[in-house]
């Protein structure tokens, strides 16, 4: 996680999630299933936040 200092004066966390993997020895990443259209306005937001699509990234 990751503090981010925003024009407005605010802080805001900033969460990045992402998946690996390790096979022999060695770290590998794991691509994400990419969903081929947006979510409505009012279901969760791809990024993982919790928050409505359109009170997140719309």
């Known amino acids: ?8 004066g ?5 969460h990045e999630r ?3 993997i ?5 770290w590998y990443f794991i691509y994400p299933d ?3 259209s947006l979510p ?3 279901e969760a ?3 993982g ?3 409505k699509y359109k009170k997140c990234c719309d």
């Open 1 to 8: 996680m990751r503090l981010l200092n925003l024009a407005n």
């Open 10 to 14: 605010r802080e805001e966390a900033h």
């Open 18 to 20: 992402s998946d690996f």
């Open 22 to 26: 390790r096979e022999q020895g060695r």
């Open 34 to 36: 990419i969903p081929t």
């Open 40 to 42: 409505g306005r009012n």
């Open 45 to 47: 937001c791809l990024c």
């Open 49 to 51: 936040s919790g928050k």
